[in-house]
Nanobody, 123 residues
Framework: QVQLVESGGGLVQAGGSLRLSCAAS????????MGWFRQAPGKEREFVAA????????YYADSVKGRFTISRDNAKNTVYLQMNSLKPEDTAVYYC????????????????WGQGTQVTVSS
C-alpha cells in the first residue's frame, strides 16, 4: 500500500508556472506507475500526465502537451508536475495517483490517490 501527499498548488496568473510535488510513503515507489489527474468544478476527473516506473516513459494529455512535464525521483519517493504557460482552463484540483502495473490514462485503473491540491489560474 502507498500513501500520497500532494503539495505546491496555489494561485498564479495566466502564463505563469507552478510545480506540484507528490510524496509517497513506502519502500516500493519504483514499482508504481505514477499519474497526475485533475478535476474542475462540475467536470469529471481527467488524465493529465503519467510516468512509467523508471521515469523513462512519459505520457500527456493533448491539452497539456508541450506545457507540462512529469518527472520522478525514485530515491526521494516523489513525482513532480512542472506546469508552464498556465491557462485559466488549467484551474482544477490536481490529484496524484499510483498504479501497480503499466501505464493507463483511465482514472479507474489507478489504485491509490492523494487528497488533491488546488491550482487556480487567473486571467
Amino acid at each position: 500500500q502507498v500513501q500520497l501527499v500532494e503539495s505546491g498548488g496555489g494561485l498564479v496568473q495566466a502564463g505563469g508556472s507552478l510545480r506540484l510535488s507528490c510524496a509517497a510513503s513506502g519502500r516500493t515507489f519504483s514499482s508504481y506507475t505514477m499519474g497526475w489527474f485533475r478535476q474542475a468544478p462540475g467536470k469529471e476527473r481527467e488524465f493529465v500526465a503519467a510516468s512509467s516506473r523508471s521515469g523513462g516513459n512519459t505520457y500527456y494529455a493533448d491539452s497539456v502537451k508541450g506545457r507540462f512535464t512529469i518527472s520522478r525521483d525514485n530515491a526521494k519517493n516523489t513525482v513532480y508536475l512542472q506546469m508552464n504557460s498556465l491557462k485559466p482552463e488549467d484551474t482544477a484540483v490536481y490529484y496524484c495517483a499510483a498504479r501497480i502495473t503499466y501505464y493507463s490514462d483511465s482514472r479507474r485503473k489507478y489504485d491509490y490517490w492523494g487528497q488533491g491540491t488546488q491550482v487556480t489560474v487567473s486571467s
